[in-house]
């Protein structure tokens, strides 16, 4: 094992420079605010020659062009950690060419674009398709070794996914779907919580001191899944915390269920037939399974005691899907 101290004496111990792909995004706008916030980093935004994304002051902004690798290279020379996110539809070789060059750039550290389900579980990796797609960047990483990847796991975004009902809870017209009996629980994360986790990750020394040090290190996660979460949440648990903040009983809501593994089921029949839509059911069902997959707190336990991650508060998240599904 390597230590700080038998470093050559230029050596720095903590990741300063950072690049962020689709950091106007979803999860990437948080990621960049987050990181900003601690004060310890130098942020550069990959984006698009024709892209329109508005970015927060303080960070250095890079165009390329996917179809140039060299451009990519370029703009990735010098970085220590690149983070990718990316859109659901983005091209499936834009996050190959990134791998490649950031390898060619020399890019120490890549954080895939992961940001979902326990991609280590074997059965989840065989049961959702899209999942299973993710191997082969991590793998790719691998193969090149030049890089190392870290790999998030926050499961859902909580408040993201309430909102939008793929937890199959209709906030607007008050209906709620159990699936099975409604009490399986699951990770959930919110997307503040996946930026405070990222920017305390890369807030951590590279390297233990020496072989007394036993503190939390960039280290320990190299080539490993990283696990995090907001809430251990049953859907039945969830509607009790819709109810709370929405001042409304039982009564006012229509509640009924059916089988998870029919959900799953049907979403899995249409994703083949081309359909996307079928996902939701594929993805969300899938982790609702009685074998706790959705629940690696539960089969792997977090890493958020590691990297000193607030605790939140259920009932404010569930707020903000409440206000939020309003607004759809």
Known sequence: MSFANNQPTT????????????AGGQSGSHITDTLLKTGKHKITAITRVDSTSTFPSGIEIKRVDYDDQMSL???LQGQEVLIITLGIFAAPDQQTKLIRAAAAAKVPWVIPN????????????????????????????????????????????YDYSLSRGNFAI??????????????????????????????????????????????????????????????????????????RVTNTA??????????????????????????????????????????????YEL?????????????EDLDQYTKLAVEAADNL
């Open 299 to 311: 089969t792997k336990g977090l890493d958020n005691e590691k990297l000193s991650l607030p605790k």
């Open 114 to 157: 992961e940001f979902g389900n326990d991609n280590a579980n074997p059965a989840l990796l065989k049961d959702i398709p899209v999942n299973a797609g993710k191997t082969q960047y991590r793998e790719e990483i691998e193969r090149l070794g030049v890089s190392s990847w870290l790999g998030i796991c926050c499961n859902f975004w």
């Open 73 to 75: 290279v370029e703009a």
């Open 250 to 295: 039982e009564q006012d809501w229509k509640v009924t269920s059916r089988p998870v593994q029919e959900v799953y089921n049907e979403g899995l029949e249409l994703f083949q037939k081309g359909d996307f839509a079928g996902m939701i059911g594929v993805l969300y069902g899938r982790n609702f399974f009685k074998d706790n997959a959705g629940n």
């Open 170 to 243: 209709d906030i607007k017209n008050r209906t709620v779907t159990l699936w099975d009996d409604g009490n399986t629980r699951i990770n959930t994360s919110t997307l503040p919580q996946i930026g405070q986790a990222i920017a305390k990750l890369l807030s951590l020394k590279v390297l233990p001191d020496d072989k007394e040090d036993t503190s939390p290190c960039l280290s320990n996660y190299k080539n490993k899944f990283i696990y995090i979460s907001s809430f251990c949440v049953s859907q039945r648990e969830m509607l009790d915390s819709l109810k």
């Open 11 to 22: 050596f720095n111990n903590y990741v300063e420079k950072i690049a962020i792909v689709g």
